[in-house]
């Protein structure tokens, strides 16, 4: 075997140990932060798991391919308390990455193994551990970028490749919305000049079968209501603004510029800065070359990755939306510096600042992996309400018995093992905008009350929240249930209220709730 065909193996042994180091890492942190985006994509699959269509009978604002993963992965590892569900989660999205990588280092090389070096190390502060589409779709974005940096110096595309991108195109497009035009265009950038042979003809084949399926699967106005209607009414207009100079799309465009001089210097700042100088000196050798073929098309596709623009150095909460970005912004960068390889001082001289940055991020005080975690701790903390409060529903409800949960603490549902009565499974904040949705709220409440209701935010309030909250035909039909010695957010049917065994009180004196009658 040759030298050249022999290090991508070399390269994917080494993928092993260094997987293994960051389970360790990542592992013990699971339960960090609470929920989030990825709680959204559990519950899509846990109604999915019993029965219930996605738009038509389950909320779902997000494109469904995350539900539909997070349904496998339920119905293969079932799990059995929170702390597993998340975990199974989290390792599936390690196994994703770890696939991914060997599917570029075989692709891409070297570069490919410095991309997974640095992506792995530093996506946790922008919450690429965690189970959202963005933490997915950015293997397959590295991919379709790699492949149009390929296309653009002149490297020979394969038959697969083309194949390959139809299935990548279709799987972001129906991942994550605000990634399609990127996907598009990078497809079709794939795509473009002659010849317009077989393997474009099948891939293109191929990419709109796939995505007339997924689309037609659903009910049609559902899904575009679901997933155009309401984000573009509800969801864009809150969307953070970021304070820097100029338009939106002028800061995507040149935000490897704005990184310079906008943001305070975090750890995760650390590793851009040292990305960015890199990139910033090949694209600037380029438009020296004149070069403006491969140039354009990198800075185009950049900027469409980064529409919705965050503050550079930004981390967790605030940054999860420049994951894509970053992503393709390293894998970018090192594609161009082995690119310049035959300017072997430049080549070399920017090679050490890669791995000097990467160093100095990696051996820094304030890296996560130096931070001392108590997992049961952080579960306890992030979870425990919601852990309390679903075991005692689990507790005292009886098989067909049903739960509603007033716009928050959604994994109640899962921990409760309930179902909801209301038309969409569950009624999440966002949804108090649309009379469509408030009003089946309403109708609920009247022909088929829940067993069960939890009452959104802090209980007991002095004040009710408008639209949150036990509509008052209904009040007297309910009782407040008590935790700890203080009024609890749950309320029980006084019809069902009689039902309750001593025994089934006695499992949610366990949790610290007792029957209001005592």
């Not at 070297?110 to 189970?131: C, N, Q, V, W």
């Not at 035959?342 to 920017?350: A, G, K, M, T």
């Not at 529903?393 to 018995?401: E, M, V």
């Not at 959604?410 to 038309?423: C, G, M, P, R, T």
Request: glycine share 4%.
């Amino acid at each position: 075997m040759k030298k050249g065909k022999f290090l991508p193996y070399l390269l994917i042994l080494l993928l092993i140990p260094f997987y293994y180091i960051l389970y360790k890492l990542y592992i013990p942190r699971i339960s960090a932060f609470g929920c989030f985006d990825d709680c959204n994509n559990f519950m899509g699959g846990y109604f999915l798991l019993h029965g219930k269509k996605l738009f038509s009978e389950i909320f779902f604002n997000h494109q469904p391919m995350a539900a539909y993963l997070s349904y496998l992965i339920q119905a293969i590892t079932s799990p059995v308390n929170i702390f597993e569900l998340i975990l199974r989660h989290r390792q599936f999205i390690m196994l994703f990455g770890f696939l991914f990588n060997i599917l570029l280092i075989f692709r891409f090389g070297l570069p490919a193994f410095l991309f997974a070096l640095i992506f792995e190390t530093s996506k946790f502060y922008l919450f690429g551990d965690r189970f959202l589409s963005e933490g997915m779709i950015v293997y397959p974005l590295a991919y379709l970028s790699g492949l149009v940096f390929y296309k653009f110096t002149n490297r020979k595309l394969l038959t697969i490749d083309y194949l390959l991108s139809s299935i990548f195109t279709w799987f972001i497009i129906f991942s994550r919305e605000p990634y399609v035009p990127l996907a598009l265009f990078a497809y079709v950038f794939l795509l473009a000049g002659k010849p317009f042979d077989n393997s474009k003809k099948i891939s293109i084949s191929i990419f709109l079968f796939l995505s007339i399926v997924s689309t037609f699967y659903h009910d049609a106005w559902e899904y575009f209501f679901n997933v155009a209607v309401v984000n573009y009414a509800a969801v864009l207009p809150a969307d953070i603004k970021t304070d820097m100079f100029g338009p939106r799309l002028l800061q995507s465009f040149f935000y490897p510029l704005y990184i310079l001089f906008y943001g305070k210097m975090t750890i995760f700042k650390q590793i851009l800065v040292g990305i960015d100088i890199i990139f910033l000196t090949f694209i600037s050798i380029l438009f020296f070359e004149k070069k403006l073929k491969i140039a354009f098309p990198i800075l185009f596709l950049l900027a469409l990755a980064n529409i919705r623009v965050v503050i550079p150095g930004s981390i967790f909460f605030e940054a999860f939306h420049m994951l894509v970005w970053f992503g393709m912004f390293t894998f970018i960068t090192l594609l161009l510096l082995f690119y310049n390889s035959l300017n072997h001082p430049v080549f070399i001289f920017l090679s050490v600042v890669v791995l000097l940055f990467l160093t100095s991020f990696l051996t820094s005080k304030s890296y996560f992996a130096y931070e001392k975690v108590d997992g049961h701790v952080e579960h306890i903390t992030n979870y425990g309400p919601i852990l309390q409060m679903g075991s005692v529903i689990n507790a005292l409800a009886s098989p067909g018995d049903t739960l509603f949960l007033d716009g928050s603490d959604d994994l109640v549902y899962w921990q409760a093992k309930a179902l909801s009565s209301y038309k969409y499974s569950w009624f999440t904040s966002v949804m108090n905008y649309f009379p469509k949705y408030t009003e089946a709220r309403i109708k609920m409440f009247r022909e088929n009350p829940p067993d069960f209701y939890k009452e959104y935010g802090f209980c007991d309030k002095i004040e009710q929240i408008p639209g949150y909250s036990l509509p008052d035909f209904v009040k007297n039909s309910y009782v407040r249930l008590v935790a700890d010695k203080k009024p609890s957010c749950l309320f029980v049917k006084k019809s069902k209220l009689d039902k309750i065994t001593p025994d089934q009180w006695k499992k949610a004196n366990e949790w610290l709730y007792t029957d209001p009658s005592e």
